[in-house]
């Protein structure tokens, strides 16, 4: 039915900077919020970053500042764009996008991408 595809992590040096994409794929009729989370070795996941249907976003504390979300909404893709990468944001980042499939307006429903490793070196 719908799937989420992400790309772009990898392992960059202390400073650098990535960019993340999460596309879906299927029998999407619209996509209400997306966003991203991660988990590091040992914690729980968190919420990185959030970005709602008509645009507005939310960030964690901790990426304020050096994180961006955006959306594509012709693409159903949203991105993360990570600038000022430090140590601590070492971690396997999840997107996720609350779908309505076709044919089931108004629900939506979440579904995750299968999960990209982010690694920053000091």
């Known amino acids: 039915q719908v799937q989420l595809v992400e790309s772009g992590g990898g392992l960059v040096q202390a400073g650098g900077s990535l960019r993340l994409s999460c596309a879906a794929s299927?029998?999407?009729?619209?996509?209400?919020?997306m966003a991203w989370y991660r988990q590091a070795p040992g914690k729980q996941r968190e919420l990185v970053a959030t970005?709602?249907?008509?645009?507005?976003?939310n960030y964690a504390d901790s990426v304020k500042g050096r994180f961006t979300i955006s959306r594509d909404n012709a693409k159903n893709t949203v991105y993360l764009q990570m600038n000022s990468l430090k140590p601590e944001d070492t971690a396997v980042y999840y997107c996720?996008?609350?779908?309505?499939?076709?044919?089931?307006?108004?629900?939506?429903?979440?579904?995750w991408g299968q999960g990209t490793q982010v690694t920053v070196s000091s």
């Open positions: 996720n996008q609350q779908i309505i499939v076709s044919g089931n307006w108004p629900r939506s429903y979440d579904y």
């Open positions: 299927g029998s999407i009729f619209s996509i209400n919020a």
């Open positions: 970005i709602t249907g008509g645009g507005g976003t």
